[in-house]
């Protein structure tokens, strides 16, 4: 699901909402995730998942074209784990998958 889509149906969910609102509804969210995990906190939503931003060292990796050793410096990077209500909600979809997989073996 792209944003736009989010908004389309955020709008269509909520009868009294413009596409307009939705949208600046949306925008606001996103908005304020952003500045709160960029601050380094976390965000957690009861049964959808929580971001947090995870910190990763610097390290030597490699350009896989020349093979040439490049120094990749420490970053900070938002992670998201799923809650318990999402996974159950995703894993049937996981098992059908893997059904299907194991029958074409």
């Known amino acids: 699901m792209t944003r736009s889509e989010l ?23 996103f908005d304020a995730m952003a ?22 060292r610097p390290r030597v ?15 900070r990077v938002a992670h998201f784990k799923p809650g318990k209500i999402l996974r159950a909600a995703v894993e049937p979809i996981l098992d059908a998958k893997v059904d299907v997989k194991a029958v074409a073996l």
């Open 7 to 29: 908004v389309e149906r955020l709008a269509a969910r909520m009868g009294q909402l413009t596409l307009r609102d939705a949208e600046q509804a949306v925008k606001t969210i």
């Open 35 to 56: 500045i709160s995990l960029s601050k380094g906190h976390r965000i957690e939503i009861r049964g959808f998942g929580s971001f947090s931003v995870n910190h990763r």
């Open 61 to 75: 990796g490699r350009n896989p074209r020349s093979g040439e050793s490049v120094l990749v410096p420490e970053k």
